[in-house]
């Protein structure tokens, strides 16, 4: 079957991706993950999987990721650009795309990169391709575990069809998020009803997902003050309620715009609503 362009939200992810019979979530050629978690707690184990791997990494420089590892073949710096749309400045747009694979490969001048992707010569002297790495494939299988899917073709149909976008509802809403302060948004999701009136202390998030300054964390998500670093002009993910009995103690929950977000996220990966705190 001819590749096709993969649509999503307005947005065209791959000229390359071939599609199937459709990206099931549960292929019969399927490598289940562990019993008794859900999908949205398996996707959280991947995302913090991803962050262990790579403790710098932001969502865009994931989803640049993603994009490169849904592909068949070399991508072009050209074709990368096109594919995740970071402007409507073809130039601006291709630059912003060229310094994002440098970080996402050997990096550039003296910043070190990630190493997730390999810069290769393209066709000619002047151009360069981009394609997945060692590392950036053990990444991406901590997400198709997750998934339960093990055929190559499948995982690069489910990434374009339902991860890429799922990506997109979180960063169109907050592009800054950091990768591990989107693992603490997403500990909160899933695990609201430990929190709820502080029947779990928020300190079990550093414990589940081994994050550091998980109050830097609580402060970006809660639209707090950051002291030394300046006010927080992003919007405010989760609310910080108070317990009746310990005047010291707050427990997180997510505000109508950390709901709403989750919810577009979970659509997205086609994980059931009620999924997201089973």
Not at 40 to 67: H, K, P, Q, W, Y
Not at 140 to 168: E, K, M, Q, V, Y
Request: charged letters at 20%; a positive charge.
């Amino acid at each position: 079957m001819p590749p096709i362009n993969l649509i999503c939200e307005e947005r065209m992810y791959s000229a390359k991706i071939d599609i199937g019979q459709g990206v099931p979530t549960k292929p019969e050629d399927a490598v289940m993950s562990p019993p008794g978690s859900s999908e949205f707690g398996r996707m959280l184990e991947a995302f913090s999987a991803a962050r262990v791997m790579r403790r710098t990494l932001t969502l865009n420089a994931l989803r640049g990721m993603l994009i490169i590892s849904a592909q068949t073949g070399p991508m072009t710096y050209a074709e990368f650009s096109e594919c995740s749309r970071f402007s409507d400045n073809p130039k601006l747009n291709y630059m912003i795309g060229a310094s994002l694979i440098a970080q996402l490969s050997d990096g550039r001048g003296n910043y070190p990169g990630l190493r997730l992707c390999e810069r290769h010569p393209g066709a000619d002297r002047r151009q360069k391709v981009v394609v997945i790495g060692r590392d950036g494939r053990a990444m991406t299988r901590h997400f198709l575990n997750a998934a339960g899917i093990a055929c190559p073709s499948l995982g690069r149909d489910w990434i374009g069809a339902r991860l890429l976008p799922a990506l997109d509802a979180v960063i169109d809403r907050d592009a800054g998020l950091a990768l591990s302060t989107f693992c603490v948004l997403l500990d909160i999701a899933h695990n609201a009803e430990r929190f709820e009136g502080g029947a779990e202390s928020v300190s079990k998030i550093s414990k589940r997902l081994g994050v550091n300054n998980l109050p830097n964390h609580i402060a970006r998500l809660s639209g707090m003050p950051r002291g030394r670093n300046g006010p927080n002009t992003h919007p405010a993910l989760i609310t910080m309620h108070g317990v009746p009995h310990d005047q010291r103690a707050r427990w997180p929950a997510l505000n109508e715009r950390g709901r709403e977000m989750m919810t577009a996220f979970a659509e997205r990966l086609s994980v059931a609503p009620e999924q997201i705190s089973a």
